[in-house]
């Protein structure tokens, strides 16, 4: 196997909520040159979310209208993981790859197997700890998804 460097940790910040159509996504930016994620990826991505969210039809499992999207410029580009929940506690992800020379063209890669590095990972790890917490520990509750979308992370993992 070939050594890599050692890890180093990114900064992880919540760029807010985006709606589309009638969907509520979170975003998040994570970057292992900024603070940020360079502003052209970040543009491009979130223009992309309506074709991107097209993909909740590829099963008949309902959803609830509310995504996290994970813009992440590293070293071979910039990733963008999005993911939703279906049938209550399942996760839907898809995840695309653009260039630094074409940052308007995200190619998906989930096709191929991948799913998430270690940094995505840990937002993935806290949406899917609020949407415990939040929504299926509430089902009844009508502010459970509402309560969901006000949690976010933001650290350097």
Not at 24 to 32: G, L, M, T
Request: negative net charge; contains cysteine; charged residues 20%.
């Amino acid at each position: 196997m070939e050594a890599h460097g050692a890890y180093q940790t990114r900064p992880i910040r919540f760029l807010g909520l985006e709606k589309s159509e009638n969907w509520n996504i979170k975003v998040y930016s994570i970057s292992c040159k900024n603070e940020y994620a360079d502003a052209r990826f970040i543009s491009s991505a979130k223009a992309n979310i309506p074709l991107w969210l097209s993909n909740a039809s590829n099963t008949q499992l309902p959803n609830y209208r509310v995504a996290t999207l994970i813009i992440h410029e590293g070293k071979e580009g910039c990733f963008a993981v999005l993911s939703w929940w279906i049938d209550e506690n399942v996760l839907q992800l898809f995840a695309y790859l653009a260039s630094d020379s074409l940052p308007d063209q995200y190619q998906l890669i989930s096709d191929k197997g991948i799913v998430s590095c270690v940094w995505e990972m840990a937002v993935l790890w806290f949406e899917r700890n609020a949407w415990v917490e939040e929504v299926m520990k509430n089902p009844q509750s009508p502010q459970a998804l509402d309560n969901y979308l006000s949690k976010f992370f933001q650290a350097d993992v």
